[in-house]
């Protein structure tokens, strides 16, 4: 995001920096942070986590590799939910997995899940489904009723789910997050949930995440690997997000109310000012899902609105199945930028 840092997390790192303490954090079990955690998600999503299930990562893509390496072997079914954030999908092809797309499907106010499509892809020996909640880049915030949907299939099919909730904090009305390690006991037990502050509190290069494990067997077994290949924590990674989910809940609430606005500031100008140009509003997320197959260019999107406008969104070729056409745009930035970002595209997008 184009936005500076809440001022206590800046305040904590300038403490921090002031001391000269650079050495190595304690155990994550030696701190308050799951404590601080478990506070966070019963306050903002109505979910309850024992903190003793709480695990640190250096960020949620080593978690994926991770759990990849471990719950699955080579040639065994990732099933995810495409087009999806790069990362995501290539984790499954470099680790020699079998990857297994289920191509959202656009509806008439947001992208649908293809029940019927899902689980023919759950029934050719699929062992995890990578699942991206909310969904970047598609802006959904998967409703409970989808996501018990989506339950039912991983129970029936005998899959752990690998829940990638990141942008969880990043919601905007009447839509809510919907933890999927919340919905039963039973859905838990099969469950990773990967998060981070990084994203909403805009900390990425701080490098720190955590997972959630809702069983205790599948906790023994993530605990089995040998813990220098998970690396070191961020101590400074580790300080921030203490302070972020701690003391800054009114900074976050500041956050997505302006993001609100860009977005709806976004969506209704690039419908209006470029009708062929699809986009439905997200629901969650900083990211704008741009469909620009109907536009009259004579290249890939990515490739013309850089070398005309000089305006970089992200190439929707990166997102694996349902991105050709495509680019995604990140509406995190003051409102004279996006209005910059939308006019150079608008100039440079042929009649």
């Known amino acids: 995001m184009d936005f500076p840092l809440a001022g206590p997390i800046r305040g904590a ?78 984790s499954v092809e470099e680790t020699g997995r079998r990857l297994l797309a289920s191509t959202l499907v656009r509806g008439t106010e947001r992208y649908e899940i293809d029940f019927d499509h899902l689980e ?54 009447p839509h809510r997050h919907v933890p999927f390690a919340s919905l039963s006991p039973e859905l838990a037990e099969r469950t990773i949930t990967m998060t981070s502050a990084t994203k909403s509190f805009n900390i990425g290069g701080l490098r720190f995440a955590i997972a959630v494990f809702g069983g205790a067997d599948i906790l023994a077994r993530f605990n089995s690997m040998p813990e220098r290949f998970r690396g070191g924590l961020n101590s400074l990674g580790v300080i921030a997000t203490e ?17 609100a606005s860009n977005r709806d500031y976004a969506v209704s100008e690039l419908a209006r000012r470029l009708p062929a140009l699809r986009v439905l ?20 999107p990515f490739s013309h609105y850089l070398s005309t406008a000089r305006v970089a969104f992200s190439d929707g070729r990166d997102f694996g199945d349902g991105g050709e056409g495509f680019v995604r745009l990140n509406f995190a930035t003051s409102r004279a930028i996006l209005a910059e970002l939308i006019e150079r595209t608008v100039a440079a997008t042929p009649p």
């Open 13 to 90: 790192l300038a403490q921090q920096l002031e001391l000269g303490d650079y050495g190595y954090t304690r155990r994550l079990a030696d701190r308050a942070l799951p404590e601080i955690f478990t506070e966070w998600a019963e306050r903002r999503f109505r979910w309850t986590v024992d903190p003793a299930r709480i695990v640190g990562l250096a960020d949620i893509v080593q978690g994926i590799y991770l759990t990849l390496e471990l719950f699955s072997v080579p040639g065994d079914g990732i099933v995810t939910l495409t087009p999806v954030y790069p990362p995501l999908w290539r």
């Open 243 to 259: 302070v972020a989910w701690r003391d800054c809940e009114g900074w976050l609430d500041r956050l997505v109310a302006y993001l």
């Open 120 to 173: 023919s892809c759950l029934r050719t020996g699929a062992r995890i489904l990578l699942l991206c909640n909310p969904h970047n880049p598609s802006g959904r915030a998967f409703t409970r009723s989808e996501l018990e949907s989506i339950g039912e299939l991983a129970i029936r099919h005998d899959v752990i789910v690998l829940a990638d909730e990141i942008h969880a904090d990043l919601v905007y009305a």
């Open 281 to 300: 509003k997200p629901e969650a997320t900083f990211l704008a899902w741009l469909d620009c197959r109907h536009l009259s260019l004579h290249e890939d």
